[in-house]
């Protein structure tokens, strides 16, 4: 049984889903009471020192980060990832400038602005962090110019990470609408046989 530690609001968790949903494989959530301190309890921690999820186990494997899970079933499936070196290089760089430029800003902005009491919400670091979103939403908007796909011409692991939090409907300063080639990609991303919004691939977390 492959089993997915996650819960509905983690983007990250939802990069970890979806690809396992597209590739077809039989996977099951294991939720995770993360507002409740479910992923600081000593067995959790025992799962995954680092208390975060996605968390993947199948069979005696524990994979934990999103991008090594990603990358673990295209290896198990041969499914979303190019074939050529070149391809598999291509959706590396994607992955690694998602984690950094587009997921590891867009899921603290969303959270300041949503997850947190409204009297704790930072807003002058609420606005730097949509400020730097706005260049990033740039770059992939210029780069899906002629594309249909992120990498290549079928959809990749490269398209299930960047989509991570854009699918979301909690406000974190996205709106699809203001960048037409993110919009269309998103659209063609929700028409791929199989796919699901967050909140029907995983239960919510926040309010249980």
């Known amino acids: 049984m492959t089993k997915l530690y996650c819960f509905g609001e ?17 996977w099951t ?9 479910g992923s600081r309890t000593p067995e959790f921690r025992a799962i995954n020192p680092m208390g975060e999820v996605p968390v993947l186990l199948d069979g005696d494997q524990t994979i934990t980060q999103s991008g090594a899970i990603q990358t673990s079933v295209t290896e198990k ?4 990832m190019p074939a050529s070196s070149e391809g598999k290089r291509e959706v590396l760089r994607w992955l690694l400038w ?13 959270f300041l602005m949503n997850f947190l009491p409204p009297e704790k919400r930072p807003q002058e670091v609420i606005g730097f962090m949509q400020g730097r979103l706005k260049a990033t939403y740039g770059i992939l908007n210029d780069h899906l110019e002629g594309r249909d ?12 990470a960047c989509c991570g939090y854009l699918f979301y409907e909690e406000p ?4 699809r609408t203001e960048w037409p080639n993110i919009d269309a990609w998103l659209d063609r991303i929700a028409a791929t046989p199989g796919w699901k919004h967050p909140y029907d691939l ?7």
């Open 29 to 37: 959530a294991v939720h995770v009471d993360f507002f409740n301190g």
């Open 172 to 175: 974190f300063g996205f709106d």
């Open 98 to 110: 998602d984690n950094h430029k587009l997921s590891g800003q867009a899921g603290m902005t969303r």
């Open 10 to 26: 983690s983007g990250n968790a939802y990069k970890a889903a979806l690809t396992l949903t597209l590739a077809e494989v039989d």
């Open 202 to 208: 995983m239960q919510r977390a926040y309010g249980a």
């Open 149 to 160: 796909w992120i990498v290549g011409d079928q959809i990749t692991i490269a398209d299930t």
């Open 77 to 80: 499936t041969g499914k979303l």
